[in-house]
């Protein structure tokens, strides 16, 4: 078999309390050194009840007055355009453009929907070794690469609503210029394989003072590469995902009702038919510890997306 897994970092994953801007997302792919362009519809779900003072307290410092014994939902969504170019076996770039489509309900009423171009995301990665370099017929095959990212505040922060101006978190983009350090280790054996990843983002100020808590997080996920005939895989993968989010800031005074750490089970399915793929992921929350009991909850999300490779 010549072909070997290869891991696709796509840009911007979440926190459980934050925005699609804060960290990256992990794919993966058995197709080796090609181009490829693609569009995904990303997803995630928040909910929480509240029933002790008819406020709820905001993520990023202050308070919003609502009703008392209220439930709020959140769901956030991105239609994005991604794709990656290989100068080399050893550097590609990628780059995605996100649309963001957010909705906040109270009590099963719509509160908000915000709509725009998100953050636009460029990666830059560096294999630093891959033992399929040296063989294709080694039964243990493994492979490092690294990543350096640069998120640019293209989407708006200041969206009005007839009930007033949203929360940064339902806005379609940040307003920072925000930094990604990635590290990512894969090993197979015959078809059977591991992935391990790690993201380090680092976020700033925007304009109105505020700073989004920098975030890591570690995915780990074993698959296996089902072979049918020449021209099709299929690509089952199971994993756990764990998110560490620090506090915010505003005014350059660290934010009390922020900050806490998310796991999450994690499930995909890759199919590749010659140049095509098609992808399905789905993550459940599995913990949710916050900072304060106030903020909403992660429940859950998921991404599907189709790619060709050329």
């Not at 991105?78 to 906040?104: C, F, I, S």
């Not at 059977?192 to 976020?203: E, R």
């Not at 806490?260 to 098609?278: C, H």
Request: charged share 15%.
């Amino acid at each position: 078999m010549k072909k070997i897994l290869f891991l696709v970092l796509f840009a911007t994953n979440i926190s459980a309390l934050a925005c699609d801007n804060c960290n990256v997302y992990v794919g993966i792919n058995p197709n080796d050194f090609y181009h490829n362009i693609g569009i995904r519809l990303r997803s995630r779900f928040h909910s929480g009840t509240y029933d002790n003072s008819g406020l709820l307290m905001l993520k990023h410092g202050g308070v919003e007055p609502i009703y008392a014994n209220s439930t709020i939902k959140e769901t956030y969504q991105r239609l994005e355009l991604a794709g990656k170019y290989y100068w080399n076996p050893k550097w590609n770039t990628e780059m995605v453009v996100p649309y963001v489509m957010n909705t906040q309900e109270i009590n099963q009423s719509l509160e908000y929907f915000v709509q725009g171009l998100g953050d636009i995301m460029l990666l830059q990665n560096y294999l630093v070794f891959n033992t399929k370099d040296h063989s294709d017929t080694i039964t243990f095959r493994h492979r490092l690469s690294i990543g350096i990212g640069l998120k640019i505040p293209t989407g708006r922060i200041n969206i009005e609503r007839p009930k007033g101006i949203p929360n940064i978190d339902l806005q379609p983009g940040t307003g920072s210029w925000d930094g990604v350090l990635s590290l990512t280790y894969s090993a197979m054996v015959k078809k059977s394989g591991v992935l391990v990843n790690g993201n380090y983002k680092m976020n700033t100020f925007n304009k109105n003072d505020f700073k989004y808590g920098n975030t890591t997080n570690l995915t780990t996920s074993l698959f296996y590469l089902f072979q049918f005939g020449k021209k099709v895989q299929l690509m089952p993968s199971l994993g756990v995902y764990a998110e560490y989010f620090s506090h915010d800031y505003f005014n350059n005074e660290l934010s009390e009702n922020s900050g806490g750490n998310t796991w999450m089970i994690d499930a995909g399915i890759s199919n590749y038919f010659n140049n095509f793929k098609l992808q399905v992921n789905y993550q459940y929350a599995l913990s949710n510890s916050l900072k304060d009991e106030q903020l909403i909850p992660t429940k859950w999300r998921y991404n599907v997306g189709a790619y060709y490779n050329f």
